[in-house]
């Protein structure tokens, strides 16, 4: 009897299932030219495919933007644009001439109650200025990141898209790489299995995923943190890091 309640309360305790968190930084365009001469960022931290719950997310500890000239903090440029009732941030940006624009985000330390863990995602996002087309795969140095093998924007739905999944800089043999396509609402998943994708890098620490729909598409590769920080309650506790890659597919037409 007491097996038989068991069985039944695990059943119960997984009938909600437990969603990713994506550090969303999405451009209002990947491509920048006379047409769109600015774009607009938003910042959100949440689910996307299940279009939330938002999560609050605090004024983020850096952001940023890298070119061929280096890197500028854009922090002093970014607003609060609320969203559910939970901070989120936006931010414009023109930029000056032709080349690849690589904007990043380092978000403070967030605490996951339900996992009891801490987590931090480094995201980025390249948004090419005049058909420039070099420099998209410039690293940042953050501490796990995604290198794009595949030019991350100008993508057709149906594309094969591919990473490298760096931490310090290293290589990540087998990584573990979730993938979320930001809902417009148009789509209700079959079942929870098809919310969050999940890919292994290989052992070189690449990764590949097929693009099977228009629109804003995140790849979050997740590692351990190397040290246990402090939660709420004063302990140490593990820590996830998170580093996120978002590009763009567009149908033909």
Not at 28 to 55: C, I, K, Q
Not at 66 to 94: C, F, N, Q, S
Request: net charge negative; aromatic share 10%; hydrophobic share 40%.
């Amino acid at each position: 009897m007491r097996l038989g309640l068991v069985f039944i309360a695990t059943l119960l305790g997984c009938a909600t299932p437990a969603l990713a968190h994506f550090q969303e930084l999405l451009p209002s365009t990947d491509l920048v030219g006379p047409a769109a001469p600015e774009v607009t960022l938003d910042l959100t931290f949440t689910h996307p495919m299940a279009r939330g719950p938002v999560m609050e997310m605090k004024r983020p500890q850096r952001f940023g933007v890298v070119t061929e000239a280096g890197d500028t903090d854009l922090l002093t440029t970014l607003t609060e644009a609320p969203r559910d009732g939970k901070t989120a941030w936006t931010a414009p940006y023109r930029p000056a001439g032709p080349g690849d624009y690589i904007f990043y985000v380092e978000p403070q330390l967030y605490w996951e109650e339900a996992e009891q863990k801490s987590i931090i995602h480094y995201a980025k996002v390249v948004v090419d200025a005049y058909d420039a087309g070099e420099g998209w795969d410039r690293l940042i140095g953050l501490p796990v990141e995604i290198e794009p093998l595949t030019r991350p924007y100008g993508l057709w739905t149906g594309n094969v898209f591919s990473g490298l999944v760096r931490k310090d800089g290293k290589p990540v043999p087998f990584a573990t790489v979730e993938v979320e396509w930001v809902n417009d609402g148009s789509l209700t998943p079959p079942a929870d299995a098809f919310v969050t994708q999940v890919v292994k890098a290989d052992g070189n620490g690449v990764f590949t995923y097929a693009l099977p729909r228009s629109g804003w598409w995140g790849f979050a590769a997740l590692v351990d943190g190397d040290t246990p920080l402090n939660g709420p309650d004063g302990k140490p506790h593990d820590v996830e890091l998170g580093g996120l890659l978002w590009v763009k597919a567009t149908d033909m037409k």
